[in-house]
């Protein structure tokens, strides 16, 4: 197959938030402790001034594909070494980066620093990444923090070259408030879907999204990740978020679809009982979902019985909601001949070609 | 609430009693060749619906007549109050609401309908036609 288009693909800093140091102002520098010359910024506290992570989770399979590590670089720090292991080892046509380092700063405690990083990233990714390879296309990052600065900053770089939708980073509010009203409303304006992934801090940091109790493993945190997803649909159907801005699209990487079929199911049901109080939903809920949620597959589910799946897709109307994804260079990656074996060619084209065309539309 | 029984499973014209023991606010229920008919008095309008719900059953007889929320913009609410159009009858089970005046579920997308009947008052008896 050609033209296969993969929509979670990570690039990632090799010396952490001191890569950003040249995207911006020496004030900031100083503020964050990057750089300044090493005789200070190894003495002070502030030069310890670390992207929010899952510390405490240990990933026993080291978080990384072992192969993509190329001599001293670190997985996916080199636009050149990146597209040659992904898109030629794997026959890829064209990636969408997420931004690897940022998916936490949502729990940044300053959403001055967490916006701060995400302009610095957005400029990082385009001259280090856009503009070194164009098969990458960019999500870009903003702050969840503050939405009157996650709008400027959709302003300013929603015309460069590549960029073809907004990474939303998780935070401790659910997607359907309204907080969130202006992100929406400056996605839809410019036509970029709304992309969410995991963020690396749930239950770690006090603003990140939580989850139900604190898992004890990391393997345990991992696979019930898809819980914050499940409430954010929640959360954006019941407000009728998708009747405010019925051209918005949103994307969730890397959460599992499985799941989509019982909470559409269920949402429909209890809405013929309990509509009174949400009576701003012209359709009904699963309508909603199917029209402006989109999943990247990875990673992909492995029925028991791989007759299931066929059942499964069909479930979750995966010939319009589902996009593929890698999530290159993490640990579960998916190779997308393989991932997505069993699935008719006719499916695993819409899938990997033809959804993500309409997802992304002329920005592709 | 009483229960009226008739032997003439295949008659057109049912009489439930007299319209003064079916004062507004009550509910009378006929049974017919093994069918419940509930007979509504919304504020003095009759309405007669089979009384089953569609969706598992329940006796719509022993549900709430009332309005509901219609549908308006996001975060803000319409009741249909009194409204003769928009008067429903909430399944005293799950809460789904059929309109009383075309038995149909008030839910988006929800074709699930109760079957009404003609209701009509004739020398101070309420009749039902089937």
């Known amino acids: 197959m050609t033209g296969i288009i993969d929509s979670d693909v990570h690039p990632n800093f090799q010396n952490g938030l001191r890569d950003l140091h040249d995207y911006m102002s ?39 594909r072992d192969d993509a590590v ?29 931004a690897g380092h940022l998916f936490g700063i949502g729990a940044f405690p300053d959403p001055e620093v967490a916006a701060t990083v995400a302009s610095a990233y957005n400029e990082w990714m385009c001259e280090r990444w856009l503009q070194v390879d164009r098969r990458f296309r960019g999500a870009l990052v903003v702050a969840p923090q503050d939405p009157e600065a996650a709008v400027k900053e959709i302003e300013r770089m929603q015309g460069r070259d590549g960029i073809v939708a907004v990474f939303l980073p998780l935070h401790d509010l659910l997607h359907g408030e309204r907080h969130y009203r202006p992100v929406f409303a400056a996605a839809q304006r410019y036509a970029l879907p709304v992309v969410v992934h995991p963020s690396g801090t749930e239950n770690v940091f006090a603003r990140a999204p939580r989850m139900a109790g604190t898992p004890t493993y990391y393997v345990e945190w991992h696979t019930a990740l898809s819980q914050i997803h499940q409430s954010n649909v929640l959360s954006l159907v019941c407000h009728g978020v998708f009747e405010r801005f019925p051209e918005l699209r949103y994307v969730i990487a890397e959460g599992g679809f499985a799941w989509a079929a019982e909470l559409m199911w269920k949402l429909d049901r209890d809405v013929k009982g309990l509509g009174d109080e949400i009576p701003w939903l012209r359709r009904r809920p699963s309508d909603y979902i199917r029209d402006h949620v989109r999943f990247t597959t990875q990673p992909m589910v492995e029925p028991h019985d791989r007759a299931h799946l066929q059942t499964l897709l069909e479930m979750v109307y995966a010939e319009e909601t589902l996009v593929f994804s890698s999530d290159y260079p993490h640990w579960d990656f998916d190779e997308p001949t393989r991932a997505l074996a069993g699935i008719s060619p006719e499916l695993r084209r819409k899938i990997c070609v033809d959804n993500p065309k309409a997802l992304y539309g002329d920005r592709l | 609430m009483a229960t009226v029984s008739e032997p003439a499973a295949e008659a057109r014209r049912l009489v439930v009693g007299p319209l003064a023991e079916l004062p507004p606010g009550s509910v009378r229920v006929v049974e017919s060749g093994g069918r419940e008919i509930a007979v509504f008095n919304d504020d003095g309008r009759l309405h007669a619906l089979r009384n089953v719900c569609p969706h598992h059953g329940a006796p719509l007889c022993r549900g709430r007549v ?65």
């Not at chain 1, 990057?34 to 026993?60: E, H, K, M, Q």
């Not at chain 1, 001599?71 to 997420?98: K, N, S, W």
């Open chain 1, 70 to 98: 190329d001599g001293e670089r670190a997985p996916a720090t080199d636009a050149a070494f990146t597209a040659a292991q992904l898109f030629d080892g794997h026959g890829i046509d064209a990636g969408v980066l997420i």
């Open chain 2, 66 to 130: 009332a309005g509901f929320m219609r549908t308006a913009a996001p975060y803000e609410y319409d009741y249909s109050g009194d409204d003769p159009a928009d008067r429903v009858v909430l399944c005293p089970w799950h809460g789904y609401k059929f309109r009383l005046s075309d038995g149909r579920c008030t839910a988006v997308g929800e074709r699930l309908a109760v079957k009404t009947y003609r209701v009509a008052v004739e020398d101070g008896d309420v009749v039902v036609y089937l």
């Open chain 1, 26 to 64: 020496d004030s900031w520098r100083k503020r964050l402790g990057i750089g300044g010359g090493a005789d200070w910024s190894g003495r002070f506290a502030a030069a310890s001034y670390v992207l929010p992570l899952d510390y405490l989770y240990i990933n026993t399979a080291g978080a990384y």
